[in-house]
Each structure stands twice: as structure tokens, then as C-alpha cells.
């Protein structure tokens, strides 16, 4: 059954140096989204993407975030100069997006925890 | 206002017996999802169910949807070491793209 993969699993960073998570979205899904969870906390929406574009983000993704579809298979997230409070698990998801029963539903990776040391 | 709060948010019950996990939601929703997530681990899409339904299944899992009340709960039946884990429900809404999520309850079934 095709699935969301996510690159690395697990990844450690100095303060403010930049990191990239690895996203590779369902192969035939439209829709891209980046979550956020910090250690115990509800899972939080970052920014969703679509057409080559960004359609929405939240308030915690400043000009510190970007993404990027360098590819047509890939899916990145850049945090230019990481921050302690950086520190959480990062989702990506992805949708199919038109005609079908599942087209609304959002299928998530197995994350990337990030530690910012 | 808090979108998606599960409730409770810790649930011990015995092998076998039914789990019953319930989210609320404040504002209009498209569709509402429930997701597991093992400690530390991905989150695994259950099921959907749109606005306009009311009850699905999907094998020991109903979720039913009340939106006069705005509130879905997710019955696990016959549950199983295996289940343990935490539930979340996630809505969006039209026009929205994003899952907003609650809290979560953790649900731990003991042997």
C-alpha cells in the first residue's frame, strides 16, 4: 500500500544552524502539508502546499520556514537558523485532493524528530 | 476557541472490552478524522466521516457525528493489547485545507 516516507527519522542539530526534512509524498496526491508536534503537545498545522505553491500557513511558520517540490517526487522543509524551541516532531502528509471516496483524507509520514541542542 | 478536544484524556480499560473516545469541536466543519498514534511514532490514518454523514465502520471501529452538537466519538469494539496507544480526531473545514487536532486520548489496554 503506498505511504508517506519521511528522511531522517531522527535528526540533531546545533542551534542555529539549517536543516532540511526529507519528505516523500504519496505518489499520485496533490496536496503536501508539513505538521509540527512538541514532545506532549498536540499536533500542529505548519503550511500546506499545492501547485507549486503555498495555499496556507500558520502563524508559526515565519521567514525562518520554507518548502519546496524540487522534483516530482520529493517534498522538503528548510529552517534556516534552527531555534531550541524548534525542537519537535515534524510531520509531512499528503492528499489526493479530487474525485474519489478517500480524496479528502490525509495520510502522514512516520516523522522526523528533530533535536536542537 | 479549541478545535478537536478528545475526551477523556486518559482511558484504561481490559482486554475485550469496548473503548469509547469522544472529540467536540467548536465551528462548521467538511470532515472529521480519527488518527492513532503509537509513543513517538506516526500518526495512522482510522477513518473519515464527512459533515453530512451521521455513522461509519471500518472492521472494529464506528465513529458516529452529531453536528447539531458538534461532537464525534470513535468506539473501538473488542479491544486488544495492540490498541493501546493515543486517538485523535482531527476536523476541517471548507475552504480550510489544514487538520486541526485536539489533545488526544491515550488509551491503554491492559491484559
Known amino acids: 500500500e503506498p505511504e508517506v516516507t519521511q528522511t531522517p527519522s531522527h535528526q540533531v542539530t546545533q542551534m542555529g544552524q539549517e536543516v532540511i526534512l526529507r519528505c516523500v509524498p504519496i505518489s499520485n496526491h496533490l496536496y503536501f502539508y508539513w505538521y509540527r508536534q512538541i514532545l506532549g503537545q498536540k499536533v500542529e498545522f505548519l503550511v500546506s502546499?499545492?501547485?507549486?505553491?503555498?495555499?496556507?500557513k500558520s502563524e508559526i511558520f515565519d521567514d525562518q520556514f520554507s518548502v519546496e517540490r524540487p522534483d516530482g517526487s520529493n517534498f522538503t522543509l528548510k529552517i534556516r537558523s534552527t531555534k531550541l524551541e524548534d525542537s519537535a516532531m515534524y510531520f509531512c502528509?499528503?492528499?489526493?485532493?479530487?474525485?474519489?471516496?478517500?480524496?479528502?483524507?490525509?495520510?502522514f509520514g512516520p516523522g522526523t524528530r528533530l533535536t536542537v541542542l | 476557541s479549541q478545535q478537536g478536544e478528545e475526551d477523556p484524556q486518559a482511558l484504561s480499560i481490559q482486554e475485550g472490552e469496548n473503548a469509547t473516545m469522544n472529540c467536540s469541536y467548536k465551528?462548521?466543519?467538511?470532515?472529521l478524522q480519527w488518527y492513532r498514534q503509537n509513543s513517538g511514532r506516526g500518526l495512522v490514518h482510522l477513518i473519515l466521516i464527512r459533515s453530512n454523514e451521521r455513522e461509519k465502520h471500518s472492521g472494529r471501529l464506528r465513529v458516529t457525528l452529531d453536528t447539531s452538537k458538534k461532537s464525534s466519538s470513535l468506539l473501538i469494539t473488542a479491544s486488544r493489547a495492540a490498541d493501546t496507544a493515543s486517538y485523535f480526531c482531527?476536523?476541517?473545514?471548507?475552504?480550510?485545507?489544514?487538520?486541526?487536532f485536539g489533545q488526544g486520548t491515550r488509551l491503554t489496554i491492559n491484559p
Open positions: 502528509a499528503s492528499r489526493h485532493g479530487t474525485s474519489g471516496s478517500s480524496y479528502n483524507e490525509q495520510f
Open positions: 502546499f499545492y501547485n507549486n505553491e503555498i495555499s496556507e
Open positions: 465551528t462548521s466543519i467538511n470532515n
Open positions: 482531527a476536523t476541517d473545514t471548507w475552504g480550510a485545507q489544514k487538520l486541526v
